[in-house]
């Protein structure tokens, strides 16, 4: 299945593409950004990772069928990406998203993650949502409560910050539906 425009009341969700390297590029590299990442990501960014990231794993994600990549573009300023949001078919961990510093903390995130987990659920059938959370992303957690998920487990996780404790969060597709 080819990824789909989305929307939300505020924000456009495209298909990520290799033209959206350069933007991505210029937004991605800070610490406020990456530190609650996967340890996948490489720290310090180099000056072609968005590029890479794009051709070696978004591109064969996508062709694939096991993940669905979006930029994040706030509809007033529709030319602009103020950052990405993906899904991921694997048993854990199964969303991911980031938006940059300015546009943080006015429930544009929030707006996303709920967008995608309907696609997630209502377009894809799949039987639930699994996502890791950093303790200290507090930020991240409260997306997760105010969405329905519930923390099912904790662990210790890498993230380019280093070794955290993390819990995992869950939402099956009956819950959604239920809340939706």
């Not at 072609?48 to 070696?56: K, L, N, S, T």
């Not at 103020?82 to 940059?100: K, M, P, Q, T, Y």
Request: proline content about 9%; glycine content about 6%.
């Amino acid at each position: 299945m080819p990824v789909p425009v989305l929307e939300t009341p505020q924000l456009c969700l495209y298909p990520l593409v290799p033209e959206d390297a350069p933007a991505v590029q210029a937004l991605f590299p800070q610490w406020g950004i990456v530190r609650f990442l996967s340890d996948v990501v490489p720290w310090p960014y180099p000056a072609d990772g968005a590029q890479r990231f794009i051709c070696d794993v978004v591109q064969p994600d996508v062709a694939a069928g096991r993940g669905w990549y979006w930029s994040i573009r706030h509809k007033r300023q529709p030319a602009d990406l103020i950052g990405v949001i993906s899904l991921h078919d694997r048993e854990d961990e199964n969303r991911g998203f980031w938006i940059a510093p300015p546009w943080q903390r006015q429930g544009l995130a929030t707006q996303a993650c709920a967008c995608v987990t309907a696609f997630w659920f209502e377009v894809l059938q799949k039987p639930r949502l699994r996502v890791y959370k950093a303790i200290d992303n507090v930020a991240s957690v409260k997306i997760s409560e105010h969405s329905g998920m519930r923390q099912i487990g904790m662990t210790d996780k890498r993230y380019v910050s280093g070794v955290l404790p993390t819990q995992v969060w869950e939402i099956t597709r009956e819950e959604w539906m239920q809340l939706h």
